[in-house]
Nanobody, 115 residues
Framework: QVQLVESGGGLVQAGGSLRLSCAAS????????IGWYRQVPGKQREWVAGISTDGSTHYADSVKGRFTISRDNAKNTVDLQMSSLRPEDTAIYYC?????????WGQGTQVTVSS
């Protein structure tokens, strides 16, 4: 059974940067399309970015040009580099597959951007 663990969140001022990391036990992330998602309490979870098995990357319009998703196959992680952060990026960030039925969700990592 796969267990996803997100890390790297924190409090940052608007315009700042954070790097999130997604680790998985029980699965090899490089063999799956992996996405980052975010959720604000009371709202639906939204897809933010994804990286396919061929390495191609995909972004929601709201983060395009500011966020970069990448793989570290040696560490079995998928990272999300977030720059030029805005208060509206504040959310709990999760990782999961994006091209098949979801695995069990992890706890997520909180990102808070102050204005």
């Amino acid at each position: 059974q796969v267990q996803l663990v997100e890390s790297g969140g924190g409090l940052v001022q608007a315009g700042g940067s954070l790097r999130l990391s997604c680790a998985a036990s029980g699965r090899t992330l490089s063999m799956n399309g992996i996405g980052w998602y975010r959720q604000v309490p009371g709202k639906q979870r939204e897809w933010v970015a994804g990286i396919s098995t061929d390495g191609s990357t995909h972004y929601a319009d709201s983060v395009k040009g500011r966020f970069t998703i990448s793989r570290d196959n040696a560490k079995n992680t998928v990272d999300l580099q977030m720059s030029s952060l805005r208060p509206e990026d504040t959310a709990i960030y999760y990782c999961n597959v994006f091209d098949r039925a979801y695995w069990d969700w992890g706890q997520g990592t909180q990102v808070t951007v102050s204005s």
